[in-house]
């Protein structure tokens, strides 16, 4: 039996400390169904979705009617079968994860979201969604149409696309999970540095007053050194040549956008005639004049 193109997909999905691995399926093509599904088993996790018609899940002594839009998650070795109701003409997709605990983890995720999600899934021998939450099998739903359709006609960015869907699928099942209702933990924060670019920003804007290296690093709450280390790691420059920079930038912009002579656009950023000139020129290539010429004959980068 030949293969479809998305049950050869290696799809990969990080999240913290685990990996998983999905596995799709010929349910993926559309009306596809089954005509007979017998008891059995998988090693892996399987999200059935009901696409339509009617039947019933049987897992050990326990049957659960299945209606069009409802979604079972059945776990690792779990014994059970879909009979589908005769005349029905049911169908279904199933789509098939399985994870582990990979040695590194990512810094920035919280590790007890990882710990949390889990311990739902170790946990989760079956869960029928629709009858634990309405809001997580909606969810659930909603989120494998997207998934389907970036597996049957993926366009750019597609394998990203089912990443993010899948990621999102594991947060609905955690929802699902009302054990964990009351559990919170702190997301994370942002870097120092991070949280240093708005201030960095906010300051070279004001690139026409007579900025300091001090000044910067009084606002940065750092020494100077510090200051300027911080700007080669964001911005691979040094004070000095972020300063020139930025000035030169607000001098290009008003050299196109304005007859303002360009005495007065030096004046602007802070330098004389003569120093805005040379400075210009060794930069840009061009003199000030030359490039507002250029700028007029739309030549200028």
Known sequence: MQMRKWEQLNVSVRLGSLKFDLLFNRTLEPGYSSAYNPKHNHSVYELQFIIGGAGTLHIGEDAYE?????????????????RKRKGSGMTNVAIQFSFHEAHDRADTFPGEEARQLKATLAAAGHIPFAEVSAASNAALFRLMEQMRAELLAPSAGAYAQ??????????????????????????????????RIPIAEQFFARCGEPLTLGQLADQLHLGPKQANRFLQRTYGQSFKEKLIESRLEIAKDLLRGSDKAIAFIAGEIGYSAAYFTRLFTARIGFSPAQYRDRGKRGSTS
Do not use: C, E, N, W
């Open 66 to 82: 299945l209606q069009p839009g409802t979604v079972h998650l059945i776990g690792p070795y779990v014994f059970h079968t879909i």
């Open 162 to 195: 089912i990443q993010g869907l899948f990621l999102q699928m594991l947060a609905a099942i955690m929802r699902a999970d009302r054990s964990r209702d009351s559990v919170s933990y702190a997301l994370p924060g942002k870097s120092k540095d991070d949280l």
